[in-house]
């Protein structure tokens, strides 16, 4: 589904912060070689991410969900000279191209891959997070969530992406579609959490930012 024309979604890609060259050449090699390159956050959504964590200034970030890592790097561009970026995927073959543009950007010692299961790796990571980026398996998403909350900080900055689900959450409900009703329910406890406060943008796929109260 697409929110906007093909001209006004050109006009405002024109209207907002370049790609950086790092990106352009990862966004690049993800179409040319991994499978699902739409799953790639991408330029406008990617520049709305950097944008976010460079308003919050996290010291300490958590990505459920690294894909290619472009997005790891979009976040990281906000981050504290002192701050770590913990990222997590379960495809161990996406590790080595990760890796390569993490050690190519100015931020390779300050992220940390993870390969596993997020629900096993998060508890095992001791550090309370600034700011999450959830990007992950959609069934799951409420999970992360309520293993997340114990382990943010005050004011802290819930991101998930996905959330519209190319407008699936409002069209006739199939009972087989697991990711789909997994999205209502989330999209719902978001909305109706009081630990935190919400707002759902029409962003590509949709994105909902959730700050901690």
């Not at 990862?26 to 976010?52: A, D, Y």
């Amino acid at each position: 589904m697409d929110f906007l024309s093909e001209k006004l979604d050109e006009y405002v890609l024109n209207h907002s912060q370049k790609e950086p060259q790092i990106l352009q050449e990862l966004n690049q090699e993800t179409w040319q070689k991994v499978l699902v390159p739409r799953m790639l956050s991408g330029h406008f959504q990617g520049r709305v991410l950097s944008m976010i964590s460079k308003l919050i200034q996290p010291t300490s970030i958590l990505e459920i969900g690294t894909y290619t890592g472009y997005s790891a790097l979009c976040l990281a561009e906000g981050m504290k000279q002192d701050g770590s970026l913990h990222t997590i995927d379960r495809n161990e073959e996406l590790y080595d191209l990760q890796k390569k543009y993490f050690d190519k950007s100015d931020f390779k010692s300050q992220i940390h891959q993870y390969v596993g299961n997020a629900l096993e790796v998060i508890p095992k990571i001791k550090v309370q997070f600034d700011l999450v980026f959830i990007d992950a398996d959609k069934s799951n998403y409420a999970n992360y969530f309520h293993l997340i909350m114990e382990k943010m900080n005050k004011g802290g900055v819930i991101l998930s992406d996905n959330v519209l689900w190319s407008g699936k959450i409002i069209e006739k409900f199939d009972p087989k579609d697991t990711d789909t009703a997994a999205l209502l329910k989330y999209n719902k406890l978001l909305s109706t959490d009081t630990r935190i406060e919400t707002v759902l943008l029409p962003i590509r796929d949709g994105l909902t930012i959730s700050r901690v109260i």
